[in-house]
Structure formats: structure tokens, C-alpha cells
């Protein structure tokens, strides 16, 4: 399975790379995606996670629509993400309820279905 973990930036990046090696024990395998700087590919148990820094809270819907577009156009089930999380910060009212609905709104034209894991 293909999962992907999109952050804000380069710390977020550092930190959740860090946890899911030293809590998860998840191994370094190579350089993720050209669009996701900084990004790694993880592996553990033939599963792959992919945590990239999307240069900004402003930047996530974009990476996050491209990551969509190329599930959408991919032909195999190895070349697509099964999972995407997004993790950020609350560091400005009304971040979240805009997130939340580009989200909505990149899930929706491409007929993708969201679960609320809150």
C-alpha cells in the first residue's frame, strides 16, 4: 500500500520523518516526488509512506490536487496513494474550515470519497 503524509514545511517534515522511524519503525528507502520538497519515501512490511513538505500552508491544496490528479491518471494500483493525510497547524482562525472545504472541493471533481478522522 501507498500512503502520503503532506506537511506544511521543512520542520514538520524533519519531525514527523523522525517520529515514524524512531516510534514506527518505518525504514529510509529514497527521495520522494519532485513536486513535494523536502520529501522521503518510507517502507515497512512492503508498504511505502511518502512525507513531503508542501512549502507552506498556502501550497497544500495544490501538491494535494496533484497528488489526486496523477492517482486519477494512474493505470496501475502500485503507481497510486490509497492514503493521504494532511497534517497542520491552527495557527490562524479560520484555516482549518477553509483546508476542510479546498479539499472538499479537490476531492470532488475528481469523485474522490473523504472520511472525517478527527
Given at each position: 500500500m501507498?500512503?502520503v503524509?503532506?506537511?506544511?514545511?521543512?520542520?514538520?517534515?524533519?519531525l514527523?520523518?523522525?517520529f515514524?522511524?524512531?516510534?514506527?519503525?518505518?525504514e529510509?528507502?529514497?527521495?520522494?516526488?519532485?513536486?513535494?520538497?523536502?520529501?522521503?519515501?518510507?517502507?515497512?512490511?512492503?508498504?511505502?509512506l511518502?512525507?513531503?513538505g508542501?512549502?507552506g500552508?498556502?501550497?497544500?491544496?495544490?501538491?494535494l490536487?496533484?497528488?489526486?490528479?496523477?492517482?486519477?491518471h494512474?493505470?496501475?494500483d502500485?503507481?497510486?496513494y490509497?492514503k493521504?493525510?494532511?497534517?497542520?497547524?491552527r495557527?490562524?482562525e479560520?484555516?482549518?474550515?477553509?483546508?476542510v472545504?479546498?479539499?472538499?472541493?479537490?476531492f470532488?471533481s475528481?469523485?474522490?470519497?473523504?472520511?472525517?478522522?478527527?
Open positions: 501507498n500512503s503524509l503532506l506537511c506544511e514545511g521543512s520542520t514538520d517534515f524533519a514527523l520523518q523522525y515514524m522511524r524512531k516510534v514506527y519503525g518505518w529510509d528507502k529514497e527521495r520522494g516526488p519532485g513536486f513535494l520538497r523536502p520529501s522521503r519515501v518510507l517502507g515497512k512490511d512492503g508498504n511505502k511518502v512525507i513531503g508542501t512549502g500552508s498556502s501550497q497544500i491544496l495544490s501538491k490536487e496533484k497528488i489526486v490528479d496523477n492517482n486519477f494512474s493505470a496501475y502500485t503507481e497510486y490509497h493521504i493525510a494532511i497534517v497542520t497547524d495557527d490562524e479560520g484555516t482549518e474550515k477553509g483546508l472545504q479546498g479539499i472538499q472541493t479537490v470532488a475528481y469523485g474522490v470519497h473523504m472520511e472525517d478522522v478527527r
